[in-house]
Nanobody, 122 residues
Framework: QVQLVESGGGLVETGGSLRLSCAAS????????MGWYRQAPGKQREVVAE?????????AASVKERFSISRDDVKRKATVYLQMNNLKPEDTAIYYC??????????????WGQGTQVTVSS
């Protein structure tokens, strides 16, 4: 069982910054990719950024050059961060943390956080 606890969301003006954190605990064997997704009202959930255990990152085109993902893996705990700069109203959404565990190659098992609201005012 994996627990994911997100923090750092809030209300910010256009051009502002926020830093999201997601602390993972529990049974963290075979953790590979960690990442952030977001879902705006009336839209599908979309990937924002991902980072593998080896440190390879991937960003949505809309956030490149503005957002930065990082992670800190220690025994029995892993934390993933999302530094968001130059925020725009279109970044407003609920942001979800995701963690994947791969016990069998090709079959990742996801775990999700409860989500944290990010609101960017114009």
């Amino acid at each position: 069982q994996v627990q994911l606890v997100e923090s750092g969301g809030g209300l910010v003006e256009t051009g502002g910054s926020l830093r999201l954190s997601c602390a993972a605990s529990g049974s963290l064997a075979s953790v590979n990719t960690m990442g952030w997704y977001r879902q705006a009202p009336g839209k599908q959930r979309e990937v924002v950024a991902e980072i593998t255990a080896a440190g390879t990152t991937n960003y949505a085109a809309s956030v490149k050059e503005r957002f930065s993902i990082s992670r800190d893996d220690v025994k029995r705990k892993a934390t993933v961060y999302l530094q968001m700069n130059n925020l725009k109203p279109e970044d407003t959404a609920i942001y979800y943390c995701k963690l994947e565990q791969t016990w069998q190659p090709g079959f990742p098992v996801p775990s999700w956080g409860q989500g944290t609201q990010v609101t960017v005012s114009s």
